[in-house]
Every structure is written in structure tokens, then in C-alpha cells.
């Protein structure tokens, strides 16, 4: 049946492409995840630059492994189309210890801050990766910006209610980092990374609202503690920039990589 063929042969045709891609040349996977124009302009012909055109070669060819154990995070992948073609594999970074070190180095800028801790995820997890098939590992991280003061997430309901009182009526700045590493039987390769940043503004909280958001338990694991996605949705009166910056994944931003 030659219709039967051709549905057969034009998944696998993208297929070899893209892995003749990874063995003709030392940079497999630039057209899909750099933002270099000169090297996405050789594979432009052949697709499109955002996921949705290329999530069938990735499902065919490509292992993708998020470096994180967030809901939202899956969430974003599985709408963008993802759902079913990605691991989940929790780094294995001491978050807590790199912050410390940063801190400690002197990393004042939060957009540099958010960005090495995407780098760091995603790197710790590739290094303990073996892998036959080319593997992408996704890194990312999440702050909350008060003018220059980073707030992550809170250490218990006390530190919740202290920053979300500090954010009360107030704009902020919430920056996500993302990076992206490539696994191979050659070993780990840097691809890329961004920062992307959303401005939000809270709405004025009494002591109550805070109160009573903070005993729904939402806003534990969350930078700044809220969540924009859920109930502390109440919270916030508008954003400028990409509202899946604020939930934890840049979608648009990540797509184009």
C-alpha cells in the first residue's frame, strides 16, 4: 500500500535527518536548541523553530529529561505538546549549598543568580546520565525579585507570611533561568541557557488573606511564596511578560531554544 508507505517513511526520513545531524557534525540538535541564527538558518528548511513542529522527530530520536521535580514544570511540557515524550529525573544538585557558595562569592545580580542555578540542575544531572540515545536534559529555577532582594522558597509558614506581607501592594520581578545540556556516548556538552523575566504586581493583602493563603499549605514550595497558577492566583492584580515565567517555565522563550 503505497499511502501506508509514505505515512511509514516521511516520520523515519525526519528521523535520519536529524541523527545524521548528530554524527555528520560535532553540534547535533543546534537547529532545535541554540538561538544562534546562522546554525538554525541550515535546518530551517526542513522545520519550523518552536516545538510543536519538531515534537515528533524529538519523540523519535531524542530522549528529553526534565531535571525537576515540579508540577507546574510538567505541566507546561506536557501543554506544549510533550506529555509522554520526557523523563523526570530530580537533579542531584545541593541546592541549598550552591545558593550558599553564590551568596557567598557575591552574586548579587538575580538574573545571573537564577541562571547558574538552571546551569547547575541541569549539569549535575547530565553528569550521572548514560545514555545511548542523544539525551537533552532541562534545567530550571524560579526567584522571586524585590527590588534587588531575592526570595526563594520559604523555610516555614513564618517565612511565608513574612514575605508575602513584604510583597503586599508591592511590584516584583520573577525570573526563571533554563539551561539546556546534551548527553552522548562522547559525554556532556553545554547547549544553552536564558533567563527570562515577568512583572508582577500584588494587590494590597490584609493580615487575614496572607494568613488563611499560607494555612492552604500552596505557597511551601513555591519561590516567593505564592503560586501563581492556584489559589495565590487571588493575589496578584497583573503581570507584564510571560505568565509561564511566573509559574516556572517560559513556554514561548523554551520553545524557541
Do not use: W
Not at 535527518?17 to 543546534?30: I, P, T, V
Not at 524585590?146 to 513574612?162: F, Q, R, S, Y
Request: charged content about 25%.
Amino acid at each position: 500500500n503505497n499511502g501506508a508507505m509514505k505515512r511509514f517513511l516521511i516520520p523515519s526520513a525526519r528521523c535520519i535527518l536529524l541523527l545524521s545531524l548528530f554524527y555528520g557534525e560535532d553540534a547535533f540538535l543546534l537547529p532545535l536548541v541554540t538561538t544562534s541564527v546562522s546554525k538554525r538558518s541550515k535546518i530551517s528548511q526542513h522545520f519550523m523553530s518552536l516545538i510543536v513542529s519538531t515534537v515528533e522527530p524529538i519523540n523519535c530520536s531524542i530522549k528529553l529529561v526534565l531535571a525537576s521535580q515540579s508540577p507546574r514544570r510538567r505541566e507546561i511540557l506536557d501543554m506544549m505538546g510533550l506529555e509522554g515524550k520526557y523523563d523526570v529525573t530530580p537533579s542531584p544538585l545541593d541546592e541549598s549549598s550552591l545558593q550558599q557558595r553564590l551568596r557567598e562569592a557575591g552574586v548579587p545580580d538575580p538574573i545571573d543568580y537564577t541562571k547558574i542555578l538552571a546551569e547547575e540542575k541541569a549539569k549535575a544531572l547530565a553528569e550521572t546520565l548514560q545514555t545511548v540515545l542523544p539525551t537533552l536534559v532541562v534545567g530550571s529555577d524560579t526567584i522571586v525579585d524585590l527590588k534587588g532582594d531575592i526570595l526563594e522558597k520559604p523555610k516555614d509558614a513564618g517565612d511565608a507570611v513574612a514575605m508575602l506581607k513584604k510583597l503586599s501592594a508591592r511590584s516584583h520581578q520573577v525570573h526563571t533561568g533554563v539551561a539546556i545540556y546534551l548527553v552522548t556516548q562522547d559525554g556532556v556538552k553545554f547547549v544553552s541557557s536564558f533567563t527570562e523575566t515577568a512583572n508582577v504586581q500584588f494587590a494590597k493583602l490584609s493580615d487575614a488573606d496572607i494568613e488563611a493563603y499560607v494555612k492552604t499549605g500552596e505557597p511551601m514550595d513555591k519561590a516567593g511564596s505564592y503560586g501563581i497558577q492556584g489559589i495565590g492566583g487571588q493575589l496578584v492584580e497583573r503581570i507584564e511578560g510571560d505568565y509561564f515565567t511566573v509559574m516556572g517555565l517560559p513556554m514561548n522563550k523554551f520553545s524557541a531554544e
